[in-house]
């Protein structure tokens, strides 16, 4: 079963959902992916693009998002 991480960035008043990971890169389960997810996003965050950008929320999605 494919599960997908999501997080909710926002930088102002501008705000955009980007896939963090997927079972298919990373072999999550939801069960990882709802325990482990702040710390996979705070991880993602601080070695991407979007280092300046604030979490507002994420979400654990079954299949493609």
Request: charged share 15%; hydrophobic share 40%.
């Amino acid at each position: 079963m494919l599960v997908t991480l999501v997080a909710l960035l926002c930088n102002g008043q501008i705000c955009l959902e980007k896939v963090v990971t997927n079972s298919d890169q990373s072999s999550i389960s939801m069960m990882d992916c709802q325990v482990h997810a702040q710390v996979g996003i705070a991880e993602w965050l601080q070695n991407g693009p979007y280092r300046d950008w604030r979490l507002e929320s994420y979400k654990c999605v079954l299949g493609k998002y």
